[in-house]
């Protein structure tokens, strides 16, 4: 059974950094691309960003609420994808989902808060 | 960047009738490979999103076929046959042809 499972969150403070892990299962991880979404409190989604698999050469896009400050890498021997998210906002709170590809399947999430 | 927008926002519905979902894109969401990457995601209460619907009208495995989706270009459409209890939740379409671009949520309530 495939399984995506985020962790690395928690209460940080405004400026500071924070990276979240997604560690996967039940598929052959390197065939994907792996995707990020977060949802403020009460809010819609929001696409972070995503990372091709090495097929596709492994590039990165990101949205531009988070370009520059947020980077997402892999670790396929692993299986893992890391979201690093640099010089937080208070605005960045919110629960980030880890997804397989562009949508097919999703992590539970953790919630990042970012406050004084 | 591509502007997804929903309606209505909230949708109270009565147990066994249709419901129906519009999406609109400001752009076509025809991919250069001809493909239209419109999806459609459905969140109970205090659970992650599920996708229902991928490339405009296909189901994910183990969706119940009162779920379609239907629509090409900017213009598309989720409909739930009859409603159940179970389908209440919010439900957001998802363009991934100009990256990726959530639209604002239609919240489904049972009247």
């Known amino acids: 059974e495939m399984q995506l499972v985020e962790s690395g969150g928690g209460l940080v403070q405004p400026g500071r950094s924070l990276r979240l892990s997604c560690t996967a299962s039940?598929?052959?991880?390197?065939?994907?691309?792996m995707s990020w979404v977060r949802q403020a409190p009460g809010k819609g989604l929001e696409w972070v960003g995503f990372i091709r698999n090495k097929a596709f050469g492994g590039t990165t896009e990101y949205a531009a609420s988070v370009k520059g400050r947020f980077t997402i890498s892999r670790d396929d021997s692993k299986s893992i994808a890391y979201l690093q998210m640099n010089s937080l906002k208070t605005e960045d709170t919110a629960v980030y989902y880890c997804?397989?590809?562009?949508?097919?399947?999703w992590g539970q999430g953790t919630l990042v808060t970012v406050s004084s | 960047d591509v502007v997804m927008t929903q309606s209505p926002l909230s949708l109270p519905v009565t147990l066994g009738q249709p419901a129906s979902i519009s999406c609109r894109s400001s752009?076509?969401?025809?991919?250069?490979?001809?493909?239209?990457?419109l999806n459609w995601f459905q969140q109970r209460p205090g659970q992650s999103p599920r996708r229902l619907i991928y490339r405009v009208s296909n189901r994910d495995s183990g969706v119940p076929d009162r779920f379609s989706g239907s629509g090409s270009g900017t213009d598309f459409t989720l409909k739930i046959s009859r409603v159940e209890a179970e389908d209440v939740g919010v439900y957001y379409c998802m363009q991934g042809t100009h990256w990726l671009t959530f639209g604002g949520g239609t919240k489904v309530e049972i009247k």
């Open positions: 039940g598929f052959t991880f390197g065939d994907y691309a």
């Open positions: 997804i397989r590809g562009y949508g097919g399947n």
């Open positions: 752009l076509s969401l025809v991919h250069s490979d001809g493909n239209t990457y």
